[in-house]
């Protein structure tokens, strides 16, 4: 129900308000499995991507969103749920095999699943060397990949400041990769490598980020 009145009330909404250029919508599909694999410049990449996609988007958030405690906890929680995001213990050293085989669930259900290979928002507004989660979800699934290039929000919502600024933003889908009838080479390294470095590329192109070899989480102030 609240994402139902979001969809018809809030997104219009930031639609009017913010007024983002979005292209290439029509190459997400309406119904049926996707990974949407975006660059990651703010939290409010998860508002403008499925703004701009007109769909809903599942994400993997932390774990900690779903058991805080009070009301506001459990108001947090049921909305997260609502929005269709999944629960992740990043304290698990297990962790991430969980999270590729639920996300490899979720996809087998028929959703669209947002993903950042990133890992984490970038902290200078480079692009980062990704992560091969996409590339396991991709071939493990079969599911066709979606490279968004967010451009702009940045400068939307500062970390730090929990106000809204209106800026200009851009949402740009690319072209439908396909890994399908793959999944053995989940099993190789170089394989894996090449997937996700196919992916990079394509989001390169559309967000026209400058690209740093190193993980965007050994960039952060004080790593």
């Known amino acids: 129900m609240l994402y139902r009145a979001t969809e018809l009330i809030g997104y219009p909404a930031v639609r009017a308000y ?12 309406r119904a049926g499995a ?42 947090v929680a049921r909305a997260f749920r609502e929005f269709g995001h999944v629960p992740v213990d990043r304290s698990d050293t297990h962790a991430a095999a969980s999270t590729i085989k639920t996300g490899v669930e979720l996809l087998g259900e028929g959703k669209a699943l947002g993903i950042y290979p990133e890992g984490t928002r970038s902290p200078d507004g480079h692009l980062h060397k990704f992560r091969t989660g996409v590339a396991r979800l991709a071939l493990r ?14 400068r939307v919502l ?13 949402v740009h889908f690319g072209e439908p ?7 053995e080479d989940e099993r190789s390294s170089p394989i894996l490598r090449e997937v996700t470095e196919a992916v990079r590329a394509a989001i ?13 989480s050994s960039a952060k102030p004080g790593d």
């Open 158 to 170: 500062i970390p730090g400041d929990r106000r809204w600024h209106r800026q200009p933003i851009a």
């Open 18 to 29: 913010f007024r983002p250029e979005v292209t290439g919508a029509e190459r997400v599909p």
């Open 204 to 216: 390169q192109t559309l967000s026209g980020q400058h690209y740093v070899d190193s993980y965007a």
């Open 177 to 183: 990769l396909d890994f399908s009838g793959r999944a």
């Open 34 to 75: 996707v990974i949407i694999a975006a660059n990651h410049l703010s939290a409010s990449d998860e508002v403008f991507t499925p703004v701009a996609a007109r769909r809903q988007v599942a994400y993997f958030a932390k774990a900690e969103y779903f058991n805080q405690p009070g009301l506001r906890g459990r108001f």
């Open 141 to 154: 699934s079969g599911a066709p990949v979606i490279p968004v290039g967010i451009v702009g929000t940045d």
